[in-house]
């Protein structure tokens, strides 16, 4: 006798993709939109950096709503989901480098998501430099890419439940 108890797609829908910052929300909202604030469009289920030309249009050849889209809503707010402290007497020796570096970086991966951004530099009294980012995965890239360049120490810390990211990087 098979069981009668309902077998509902629920297990799947709350999945995110952690690649390019691809969410799949239950109800997909209008495409495309396009951020006021950056101009990055909304289509295909994800936000992909804006290309020059005319201005995106829906199937229909409706204009894009205009929103603003989780990268430029996690910087204004300052929420951040990836936090990077680089600590280390080579930290201090090479700061312009580094910060070039990094930077560097987080524009290389505007390309593949463009609501992955940093959010901001702290340099803590006596304490690390943290670069705050907006998603999880442009610390942890941030930190792969500072290990590459530097050696150093690196050491990654998942916290799934909030979705943070908290990466380490210490080269003395
Ligand atoms: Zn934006």
Same mark, same amino acid.
């Given at each position: 006798?098979?069981?009668?108890? =309902?077998? &509902?797609? /629920? &297990? +799947?829908? $709350?999945?995110?993709?952690?690649?390019?910052?691809? $969410?799949? =929300?239950?109800?997909?909202?209008?495409? =495309?939109?396009?951020?006021?604030?950056?101009?990055?469009? *909304?289509?295909?289920?994800?936000?992909?950096?804006? @290309?020059?030309?005319?201005?995106?249009?829906?199937?229909?050849?409706?204009?894009?709503?205009?929103?603003?889209?989780?990268?430029?809503?996690?910087?204004?707010?300052?929420?951040?989901?990836? +936090?990077? *402290?680089?600590?280390?007497?080579?930290?201090?020796?090479?700061?312009?480098?580094?910060?070039?570096?990094? #930077?560097?970086?987080?524009?290389? &991966?505007?390309?593949?998501? =463009?609501? /992955?951004?940093?959010?901001?530099?702290?340099?803590?009294?006596?304490?690390?430099? @943290?670069?705050? &980012?907006?998603?999880? $995965?442009?610390?942890?890239?941030?930190?792969?890419?500072?290990?590459?360049? *530097?050696?150093?120490?690196?050491? !990654?810390? !998942?916290? $799934?439940?909030? #979705?943070?990211?908290?990466? *380490?990087?210490?080269?003395?």
């Amino acid at each position: 006798m098979r069981s009668a108890k =309902p077998y &509902t797609n /629920a &297990t +799947f829908t $709350h999945r995110v993709d952690h690649e390019a910052g691809r $969410h799949r =929300p239950a109800r997909a909202p209008t495409e =495309p939109r396009v951020c006021g604030t950056c101009g990055a469009v *909304y289509r295909g289920r994800r936000w992909v950096r804006a @290309v020059p030309g005319p201005a995106p249009v829906s199937s229909s050849g409706a204009a894009a709503a205009v929103t603003t889209c989780p990268g430029c809503r996690r910087v204004a707010e300052h929420a951040a989901r990836g +936090f990077l *402290y680089l600590s280390g007497a080579f930290v201090d020796a090479h700061r312009d480098e580094i910060e070039r570096l990094v #930077k560097a970086e987080a524009r290389r &991966t505007l390309d593949d998501n =463009p609501t /992955a951004r940093i959010i901001a530099w702290e340099a803590m009294p006596a304490g690390p430099l @943290v670069v705050t &980012t907006t998603t999880e $995965h442009l610390a942890e890239r941030l930190g792969h890419a500072l290990e590459k360049a *530097y050696d150093g120490d690196v050491r !990654f810390d !998942f916290s $799934h439940e909030n #979705k943070l990211a908290r990466v *380490y990087w210490h080269r003395d």
